[in-house]
């Protein structure tokens, strides 16, 4: 069973600033079916990057994610205040699906 | 629109069963699985299982397999999430999910576990 690990855990940076976040699998993940979710408090999550690297419909170019194999990077490039959100990484290539453990990103 | 529609909030005592309903809408229901995804109150996303909707294949998080079952029904394109034996530390918010990635979720149910 593939188990998901974020780092870091919590991320405060100030608007404009690149913010990196990180997944890493404990096996490789098959195929890059690799996923990134927004979630706001209150909210439901919301699907930002699928298959490592392609960003899902309505999503700014600010976002964008990479990596193959165990290791995954979601980039924001320069952060919005609307970017305060916890981020989550799921792995839907082979069941079980996990999410890892999220990264809270903060806006000074 | 596409939409994944829940039932509403429910409150049970532990031991109890709750049952949870998601109504899709505005697509080909059996052309995408549906994931059952909860959210205790404070902690992360916890994914619980999948569906598919097309054949009832079933895939359940290892830590549930004995206490819940996930059924669908083609004729009113519902998918139902039943879980058994209910404790404390199930209170969270349960939500369906359509397909992989999970591109459209439901509104999410809360479920309370208390005496």
């Known amino acids: 069973e593939i188990v998901l690990t974020q780092s870091p855990g919590t991320l405060s940076l100030s608007p404009g600033e690149r913010a990196t976040l990180s997944c890493r699998a404990s096996?490789?993940?098959?195929?890059?079916?690799l996923a990134w979710y927004q979630q706001k408090p209150g909210q439901i999550p919301r699907l930002l990057i699928y298959?490592?690297?392609s960003r899902a419909t309505g999503i700014p170019d600010r976002f964008s994610g990479s990596g193959s194999g165990t290791d995954f990077t979601l980039t924001i490039s320069r952060l919005e205040p609307e970017d305060s959100a916890v981020y989550y990484c799921?792995?839907?290539?082979?069941?079980?699906?996990?999410f890892g453990g999220g990264t809270k990103v903060e806006i000074k | 629109q596409v939409q994944l529609v829940q039932s509403g909030a429910e409150v049970k005592k532990p031991g109890a069963s709750v049952k949870v309903s998601c109504k899709a809408s505005?697509?080909?229901?059996?052309?995408?699985?549906i994931n059952w995804v909860r959210q205790a109150p404070g902690q992360g996303l916890e994914w619980m299982g999948w569906?598919?909707?097309?054949?009832?294949?079933?895939y359940y998080a290892q830590k549930l397999q004995d206490r819940v079952t996930m059924t669908t029904d083609t004729s009113t394109s519902t998918a139902y999430m039943e879980l058994r034996s209910l404790r404390s530390d199930d209170t969270a918010v349960y939500s369906c999910?359509?397909?992989?990635?999970?591109?459209?979720w439901g509104q999410g149910t809360m479920v309370t576990v208390s005496s």
């Open positions: 505005g697509y080909a229901f059996t052309s995408y699985g």
């Open positions: 298959g490592a690297s």
């Open positions: 799921h792995q839907y290539g082979s069941s079980p699906q996990p």
């Open positions: 999910a359509r397909g992989a990635p999970l591109d459209i």
């Open positions: 096996q490789s993940v098959w195929s890059s079916y």
């Open positions: 569906i598919s909707t097309s054949n009832g294949n079933t």
